[in-house]
């Protein structure tokens, strides 16, 4: 096998992109000067060898704890559990939230043979019963999928007894879209989810 089709395979692995994207990256990457061709390798290669998850959350970082677990200005009563480390830098873009993370790392999805113990629930129930500074609100943040709602479903249970209140991301109309447009499910949630008006205090 040539460097070029080795290249085309390992890019063909990664989400989203298929064999014709694979290719035009590769070709597209000899048409670089070599020295952004090393850039690029150095970069990965230096994920590979500097990047780790942090033993307290799971969020991809190369300190550990990672910046948001040893940050004093957090709020530790609060704790969001999220699929992938990815879902942390969404949230944080809002600046809406300021509690802390924990990073599942995937969901439950039989079929593929993931259940709880391939996932990092029990570093999370350790969090929660164990914690010095006592956890309140466990938010769960697992994508609305069918294989989501069944992740937040069990983490549900298993948090219940440990007396700490679990909540869910609300679900509904996305800003700026025509309902016409929306998919039952999505509208179905909206209602279940409606809440009251509140004046404007001026």
Not at 13 to 24: E, F, H, Q, S, Y
Not at 73 to 90: F, L, M, P
Not at 124 to 129: E, K
Not at 150 to 166: E, N
Request: net charge negative; hydrophobic share 40%; aromatic share 2%.
């Amino acid at each position: 096998m040539s460097v070029i089709d080795e290249l085309t395979t390992e890019l063909a692995r990664l989400p989203g992109i298929g064999r014709k994207t694979a290719l035009r990256l590769t070709y597209h990457l000899l048409k670089r000067p070599p020295e952004e061709i090393r850039r690029l390798a150095l970069s990965l290669e230096g994920v590979a060898e500097r990047v780790r998850a942090c033993s307290v959350c799971g969020n991809l970082t190369e300190e550990d704890p990672c910046a948001l677990c040893a940050s004093p200005r957090r709020d530790a009563t609060t704790i969001c559990v999220v699929e992938e480390a990815s879902d942390i830098v969404a949230i944080e873009r809002t600046g809406e939230y300021t509690g802390l993370y924990h990073v599942l790392g995937g969901r439950l999805s039989p079929l593929d043979g993931i259940g709880p113990e391939e996932l990092n629930v029990a570093s999370l129930l350790r969090r929660v019963s164990g914690s010095a500074a006592p956890v309140e609100e466990v938010i769960v943040a697992t994508n609305p999928s069918v294989e989501g709602e069944a992740t937040a479903l069990y983490l549900q249970r298993v948090l219940q007894p440990l007396g700490v209140r679990v909540t869910r991301l609300a679900r509904g109309l996305p800003v700026g879209g025509d309902l016409e447009y929306v998919d039952g499910v999505t509208i179905a949630q909206a209602f279940a989810g409606r809440r009251e008006l509140q004046a404007e205090v001026r």
